[in-house]
């Protein structure tokens, strides 16, 4: 929540801390910070202080130091709660992409439900200490394992987070089954349109198998708020 940039110092210094009190000579850790820079998109801010940034930006010089260091795992404690929405949903976008550009393990804190399925592959939630479920976004939805997780996630809308894995109903007998198909992960969401718009049902298939179908009446229970716990 506090980013612990030295005031003194410009961003590329900032960001090569970390390795000048590894022992790093001064060319390399220049070489390494500058390029880290340029990853996090402060490129042309090397040598601002950070009085002359917005936080946004500091909190991105705060980033590439922990990058510059090279670490296996990366560890946040909320680091965007001092920050406006606006900034702080760049700042998360910003985590995604360094995420899937750099692949390092992210360990990410927070108490917004929200942060945590936009950000999160795999979700821990805690009580008093103790681990109460961990699963990916949708499996917390679709299936809270007590009533501590239902009423946790109660609020979220269903349709941006279950997949169609989650509402599919086995095919019958008397389905036509020449609809259009999706595959099992599609977010209900983004399977809508498709699904109203078709006169048949969709169908759910994955390597070629089909899993289930998804006509209106299931997308609707998803919308109107009706699908229960799976």
Excluded at 180 to 204: F, M, Q
Aim: glycine share 10%.
């Amino acid at each position: 929540q506090h980013f612990g940039l030295l005031p003194h110092r410009r961003v590329v210094d900032n960001v090569a801390f970390g390795l000048e009190i590894r022992g790093t000579g001064k060319a390399e850790r220049t070489r390494k910070a500058l390029e880290v820079v340029e990853l996090v998109g402060l490129a042309g801010y090397e040598n601002a202080y950070p009085d002359q940034l917005s936080g946004g930006m500091q909190q991105r010089v705060g980033l590439a130091r922990a990058l510059a260091g090279d670490p296996d795992v990366l560890f946040f404690d909320e680091p965007f709660s001092a920050l406006d929405p606006l900034i702080r949903r760049d700042m998360q976008s910003e985590v995604i992409r360094l995420h899937h550009e750099v692949g390092k393990t992210m360990v990410f804190i927070t108490h917004d439900l929200s942060e945590a399925l936009r950000l999160g592959d795999r979700i821990l939630i805690m009580r008093d200490g103790r681990v109460v479920q961990c699963g990916t976004g949708d499996e917390l939805v679709g299936a809270p394992a007590d009533d501590y997780v239902r009423d946790f996630v109660k609020d979220v809308p269903r349709g941006d987070v279950l997949t169609l894995r989650w509402i599919m109903r086995p095919a019958q007998p008397g389905d036509d089954l020449d609809g259009p198909e999706l595959g099992p992960d599609v977010v209900v969401r983004e399977a809508i349109r498709v699904v109203l718009a078709a006169e048949k049902p969709v169908k759910v298939v994955e390597d070629g198998k089909l899993l289930g179908v998804v006509g209106d009446e299931e997308i609707l229970s998803v919308v109107a708020g009706r699908q229960g716990s799976a």
